[in-house]
């Protein structure tokens, strides 16, 4: 089985990704959210009472390390299973996505942007074998976060890539920080950001009534 492995700014809340984890559970063995600090609301522990089946728990004190890194090695000590799935509340998967995955038998599964040579960390699946052939590196410098993981993981392995199935959502998490401080002048894509909190408030999982307002506000804005 796969444990699945996230980091989760505690001041934001994904509801998709919960309605997906409620209804996709049966695929990992163990799915670890470790919250990490940022400023604004703090969502932990309703999050916590509404991912039943999830074992969510604090970063430990990360002092002068890169948050993430961090936040993912924290997760990676709790986990025992011979593969781990690391991935992001932005990565918006379809049947077609979870039937390349499993239809593709190698030691690691990722995605590149494009006309970059990172495998993105919103979704790379990797046996714990190769993740402890690498240095547990997760942190940005020198390109960006998981950079230097996944060039450790190319050293070991020919990582499958598989490019189709799925959205990524970039910019989810600081659109949601950039409203709940004011700064909108930088909100990334906007009627994209607004359709996505629009499915959000369709959906069928609990939503915090204050997060709910907000979505609510700038959905129909």
């Known amino acids: 089985m796969i444990d699945a492995i996230l980091s989760w700014p505690r001041n934001c809340d994904y509801p998709l990704w919960r ?4 209804d996709e559970r049966h695929r990992f063995a163990r799915v670890l959210v470790v919250f990490t600090e940022h400023d604004g609301p703090d969502y932990r522990d309703w999050i916590s009472d509404n991912l ?12 002068k390390r890169d948050w993430r890194d961090v936040a993912v090695n924290a997760a990676l000590d709790r986990s025992d299973a011979c593969r781990v799935w690391f991935t992001e509340q932005d990565f918006i998967t379809s049947p077609i996505y979870w039937k390349a995955v499993e239809a593709t038998r190698t030691p690691a599964i990722g995605w590149r942007e494009w006309n970059t040579d990172r495998w993105h960390p919103s979704s790379l699946f990797v046996d714990r074998v190769l993740v402890e052939g690498t240095t547990r590196y997760f942190g940005t410098p020198p390109v960006d976060h998981f950079y230097t993981f996944g060039k ?3 050293a070991q392995t020919e990582v499958a890539s598989i490019g189709w199935g799925f959205e990524h959502l970039a910019g989810l998490s600081q659109n949601h920080h950039l409203i709940d401080t004011g700064e909108r002048d930088g909100l990334y894509d906007l009627s994209r950001f607004r359709r996505y909190l629009r499915s959000c408030l369709a959906s069928d999982v609990p939503l915090h009534p204050d997060w709910a307002e907000r979505a609510r506000t700038e959905a129909l804005a």
């Not at 309605?19 to 409620?22: E, M, V």
């Open 19 to 22: 309605q997906f984890i409620r």
């Open 52 to 63: 039943p089946g999830v074992e969510c728990f604090d970063s430990p004190d990360r002092g």
């Open 152 to 154: 450790e993981l190319d």
